[in-house]
């Protein structure tokens, strides 16, 4: 096989993949950059089985996106959709009535709701487990159809062991989706440890500048891409060209922003730790976290999101978020700058998340200026220490 000049090779570190994958071909005169087009439909060659034939089916824009991302999560087939929703609609699919799903009791809100409206307008049995309890987890996975897996979890950043609970789907015949969103990646790759699926919301660190809602599936099964490639067409939650093409030009850098924001989350934790008005911290690089030694082994880097509860209950919680000048008090995670919001502000959180529970996404700014304003947002909430 040759091989074309400046396409990924098997040698090439994550980073450098990201940098070079979805590329057109090398060629004098010719763009680095994939086009961005913009049409709907495409002038017939006449010939029956046409990959372009209509932008609801597939474009010329989605693909070097969909190879890259493909590329960097070690399968074959990525898929871009209109948001992670839209994906995890799409990789979830059709269930039967009385079909059981496993799902971590603490994972993306919307998620545990799209699973429990199956329950209740179609007779979908859903099990929440404690996905950090392998023994729970896979005693749940018998007599179950789908593992829907997140690992960390959201917001409680539990860390599962993914190899043990993806082998033990497999085993049963359990067709696996991990939703990869907060690891991206270059922190771990599902399809390598078992997992059939994986569904990110791009939206967050693979888009990674909070201007574009974004989607996207991975897999390395071919009936499976088949699947949720005619769900997608029928469905037709479809991306625009100028969210995959900002997609695509976010993920050039993604290696520089999870490296630095995962950096930044791990030197704030720790100062976190000692500080008089803080109760408790999550973040899997804290060595005293249970998920510690776990992610150690399965992950790169420990992710940019932790879980922060300052003394004094949620309205200390709430004067933290008040109180903050370079933090933006925001939804959503993944972006280059640093948000946080307490997560029980929303009814559908899950109850078993604290009151006080806030979620930091810490993004790429420099620490100290970052530590300097929690800080400051911090102080005078010292009281039931
Ligand atoms: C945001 C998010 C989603 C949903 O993605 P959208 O792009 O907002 O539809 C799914 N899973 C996780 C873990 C998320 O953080």
Redo the contacts with the bound molecule.
């Keep these: 096989m040759t091989h074309e000049h400046g396409a990924p090779e098997p040698s090439h570190a994550p980073g450098t993949i990201a940098v070079t994958a979805g590329r057109p071909a090398r060629v004098q005169g010719g763009p680095v950059n994939p086009p961005v087009v913009l049409s709907s439909t495409y002038v017939s060659r006449g010939v029956p089985g046409d990959e372009l034939l209509y932008a609801r089916n597939g474009t010329e824009t989605w693909e070097p996106f969909e190879a890259a991302l493909a590329t960097l999560e070690g399968g074959r087939h990525g898929l871009v959709l209109a948001?992670?929703?839209?994906a995890?609609a799409a990789a979830i699919g059709d269930l039967a009535p009385g079909a059981v799903v496993v799902v971590p009791r603490h994972a993306?809100q919307?998620?545990l709701g799209f699973l429990d409206d199956r329950a209740r307008r179609h007779g979908v049995e859903v099990r929440r487990v404690d996905v950090a309890d392998t023994e729970a987890t896979v005693a749940a996975l018998d007599g179950a159809d789908l593992l829907v897996a997140?690992s960390p979890t959201?917001p409680m950043l539990e860390v599962a062991d993914l190899r043990a609970v993806l082998t033990a789907a497999r085993e049963r015949g359990v067709r696996s989706i991990v939703?990869n969103?907060?690891a991206t990646p270059l922190g771990q790759r599902p399809l390598a440890l078992g997992a059939d699926v994986v569904?990110h919301?791009?939206?967050?660190y693979l888009a990674g500048h909070s201007d574009v809602?974004?989607?996207a599936v991975v897999t390395d099964d071919d009936a499976i891409a088949a699947e949720i490639r005619a769900y997608r067409t029928m469905h037709g939650a479809i991306a625009g060209p100028m969210e995959v093409f900002l997609a695509l030009r976010g993920l050039r850098t993604l290696h520089l922003r999870v490296e630095r924001a995962a950096t930044n989350a791990a030197e704030l934790a720790r100062r976190l730790t000692a500080h008089p008005a803080v109760a408790e911290v999550r973040h899997p690089s804290l060595p005293t976290d249970p998920g510690h030694e776990r992610a150690a082994a399965q992950m790169t880097h420990f992710g940019a999101v932790l879980g922060l509860r300052p003394h004094g209950g949620p309205d200390a919680a709430d004067a933290v978020v008040a109180a903050v000048r370079l933090w933006v008090p925001a939804t959503?995670?993944g972006g280059v700058e640093s948000t946080l919001e307490r997560r029980r502000r929303f009814a559908t959180e899950s109850a078993t998340v604290p009151e006080d529970l806030l979620r930091l996404s810490v993004g790429v700014e420099d620490v100290e200026d970052l530590w300097a304003d929690l800080e400051r947002a911090l102080a005078g909430r010292t009281a039931h220490a």
């Design positions: 948001s992670g929703m839209a995890m993306y919307v998620t997140e959201n939703d969103t907060f569904v919301s791009v939206t967050k809602v974004l989607g959503s995670l």
